[in-house]
């Protein structure tokens, strides 16, 4: 038995969209998490401050289903923008929004170096 080199991926941009519909996961549950935190110091899960960080932790976990389409990507970035604004009402929501916010960022770029190096290899494939 033979070990060349690794196989390429089948499609790297359908990994991609999964490491993105893992975070908006992930973030969902690190969101909802603020839940105790507002509930004991932010005045209870039923003022403003507990509503919005329910509906955004319910939003971003429904939202992760559109990742596979191609503006699911920006409603996610929407999200990002709606948590940092949240920051006014919940302190922690604007923290925790600016730091995804740059975990975001960072995802857009690897989509964008990878439409390029696909496009780099279909190019090559071409000519």
Known sequence: MSHGAPKPMKNPAK???????GTLI????????????????GGGIDT??????????VAM????????FPWGVWVAVAL???MIAAGAVV?????????FALIW???LW???????SLAAAAAAEQG
């Open 110 to 116: 690897l989509r964008r170096e990878l439409a390029r």
């Open 26 to 41: 992930m973030e969902a549950i690190v969101v909802a998490l603020a839940l105790p935190v507002v509930a004991k110091l």
């Open 48 to 57: 403003a401050g507990g509503v919005l960080v329910a509906v955004l932790a």
């Open 61 to 68: 976990l429904l939202s992760s289903g559109l990742i596979r």
């Open 91 to 99: 302190f922690t929501l604007g923290v925790l929004g600016v730091i």
């Open 80 to 82: 990002q923008v709606a």
């Open 15 to 21: 990994a991609l969209r999964g490491i993105m519909m």
């Open 105 to 107: 960022a960072y995802l």
